[in-house]
Every structure is written in C-alpha cells, then in structure tokens.
C-alpha cells in the first residue's frame, strides 16, 4: 500500500505563522493538490460528495493543517499518564475504529503545526513528576504513523522524548510506513507498538491500512533499529479459521524478530466487543461488513452509565484466551502480557 496522499487541503490561516505549516504550504503546493483556508477546523466545508457516505470516504482522504490551542493535554490511563495532542482522525476505514463513534462525522485528519509549544508543556508535565515516569500516548486519536512521512512529527516527539531523562513516549500504528523513523534518536524512550491481527481479519476489517505482511515486516525494521517494541491484538476475533489465522499470525512474528527484541516485548490483547450505539455507526458506513454482530450469540456486560457490551461467552472467551497466551508463551516467552481483556 502507498503512503498517504491526501486529496484535499485545508489551512487554518494562523498554522503558516508556524514553520511546520510554511513547509506543509509549499509541499502540497508542489505536488497540485487542492488546497483552502478555513477559519477552523470546525468550519471545513466544500469536501465533495452527494451522499453521505461518498462525503465520508473524501473527508477520510482530507488533510487539515491548524494550531493546537488547548495546551492541557487528556489524560490516557492505565498505560499512560497523558495524551500527547500531534493530529486527530485517521485515513484508514477499520470497521470498528473507536474514532468512528468519538470523531463523528469529522474523520479527517488534522495535524496541529504548534509542535514547540506542545513539546514545552510536556516538558512542564514531566517535571512535575520527576523523578517518577511520565508516559504519553501519541494515538489516542488517530494513527500518527500513517502520514509522519507528511508531518515528521512523530519523529520529532520522538526525538524530544529521547533527549527527556522522566519522559516515555508510547504510540500504536496499523501502518508500515515507519523507514525515516528508524533513524530517530530515540534513546530506548519510546515503545514502538503495532496493532496486528490474523490476516483474514486485516484484509476484511481494515482497509485503507497496511497489510498483515507489511506491518509485521516493518515489525521487524523496528526490532533491529533497538526501539522497545509491542503489539496490540485487537480485536481478537472468533472467525471460521480463527485457531489457523492466529497460528499464522505468531509463526510470522517468530520469524521476523531479532533475539534482542524479544526480551522487552509488549502484548495488549482485546477480544472483540461491540455496543449497540457502535453497531449502528458501523452498519451505517460499511452496510456490507462481514463483521459478525449478533446480540443474540453474546454475553451483554453492563457498564458505566447503561453504556454496556456485547463480549464474547464465558466458554468462547476463555478459550480464545487461553489458544492466544499458549501461542505467545511459545513464541515468546519473555514477553510481557500487560492486559487480556
Ligand atoms: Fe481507526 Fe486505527 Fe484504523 Fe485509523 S488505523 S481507522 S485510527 S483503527
């Protein structure tokens, strides 16, 4: 798959005060793409399409370049203290992308061009906490992967979070575009983690991302340039074939990853889950998933403020779980389990 080229520009007039937004100007110049101010982000209009779902497809192939102004960053716990705010929204269509309920009908992607003063105030933030550790989370809404070949502001986070004696940096990518920052100062600081799954599950539910070969490949570009590394599986998912997919999935991995690697190797595991309110969005964009969705074969889990799940069978769920562990016990036995939820 190529990188990410956007179709469609906008500007918001105060990001060409910045010198990331004076070389994004001239790059899409360069390259004739259409571009057009806008007064914020929030009032982004003139993204063609007659339907609703033609407008979605543009607004996920639409780049926004703008300026962060809320310097308080969110908070991102258990496995980070904050969010660190570089871009939100993302060009690829996973059927279930939590983005699709918290983004709404503004998918695109916006990267925020004010870089020093976010790095400054998370400097202020490590050094409130210092000497304890403070973790931020660079994808918290969107993959910043998929377009820092674009941006370079990941590799610049990076970089920042390299030279940060108490700062850790965290992110997760579905995009194998990852060469420039293999070159990144990243002085053990960041944990470089992909979002990986069986491949049928990779060809059916996420397209517009990488391919199940070109991530774990990128996986292994990773490994040897020293970064820590993880991986999230989500969603784990019961598929005809799933015991095979993800058999495949580890020998792959196993195959790929250099022996040092694997001492500090992450896993966060997720079986799939839906609520009601997510079904009706993914229904709605993708009509034709084949993403099975059957109230009537799940558990309903309550949660907070009625927002309850629809997750697996207790049976179905412990066994997933227990083929999942055994394959990465086997394949890893270093690794670091560090959710299964
Ligand atoms: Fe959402 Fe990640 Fe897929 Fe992008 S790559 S659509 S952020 S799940």
């Keep these: 798959m190529p990188a990410f080229e956007p179709d469609y520009v906008f500007f918001e007039p105060r990001a060409l005060e910045y010198p990331l937004g004076q070389e994004l100007m001239e790059r899409f110049k360069e390259q004739d793409v259409p571009i057009q101010m806008t007064t914020s982000h929030n009032q982004v209009r003139g993204i063609p399409g ?3 779902t033609a407008a ?4 996920k192939r639409t780049f926004v370049v703008g300026v962060r102004k809320t310097l308080k960053f969110d908070t991102s716990k258990p496995s980070a203290e904050y969010a660190i705010p570089l871009a939100t929204g993302c060009m690829g269509h996973c059927h279930y992308c939590y983005l699709q309920t918290t983004l709404g009908a503004k998918p695109y992607v916006r990267t925020y061009v004010n870089l020093d003063d976010i790095f400054e105030q998370a400097k202020k933030y490590i050094d409130e906490r210092a000497p304890e550790l403070t973790r931020f989370e660079a994808a918290c809404t969107s993959d910043p992967v998929g377009f820092d070949h674009i941006t370079q502001s990941l590799y610049k986070a990076i970089e920042f979070m390299g030279q940060q004696k108490y700062g ?4 997760v990518t579905k995009y194998h575009h990852v060469d420039h920052l293999l070159q990144a100062q990243h002085n053990g600081h960041t944990r470089f983690r992909f979002s990986l799954n069986a491949d049928y599950v990779i060809k ?5 991302t ?18 820590p590394l993880g991986f999230i599986l989500a969603p784990l998912i019961r598929f005809d074939g799933w015991k095979e997919g993800y058999t495949e999935l580890f020998e792959r991995l196993d195959k790929e990853l250099i022996a040092d690697a694997r001492k500090d190797l992450t896993f966060e595991l997720i079986m799939h889950r839906f609520t009601k309110t997510a079904k009706r969005v993914i229904l709605d964009r993708y009509p034709k998933t084949k993403l099975e969705m059957d109230e009537e074969q799940r558990k309903y889990k309550w949660g907070r403020y009625g927002r309850g799940k629809y997750v697996y069978q207790n049976d179905e769920a412990q066994e997933l779980r227990e083929y999942v562990q055994d394959l990465i016990k086997q394949a890893f036995p270093e690794a670091k389990i560090e959710y299964f939820t």
């Design 50 to 52: 007659d339907t609703p």
């Design 204 to 208: 059916n539910f996420e397209p517009a």
């Design 56 to 59: 979605y497809r543009n607004a």
């Design 168 to 171: 850790r940096l965290r992110f």
């Design 210 to 227: 990488s391919s199940f070969q070109d991530r774990i490949t990128a996986a292994g570009k990773v490994a040897k340039a020293n970064y």
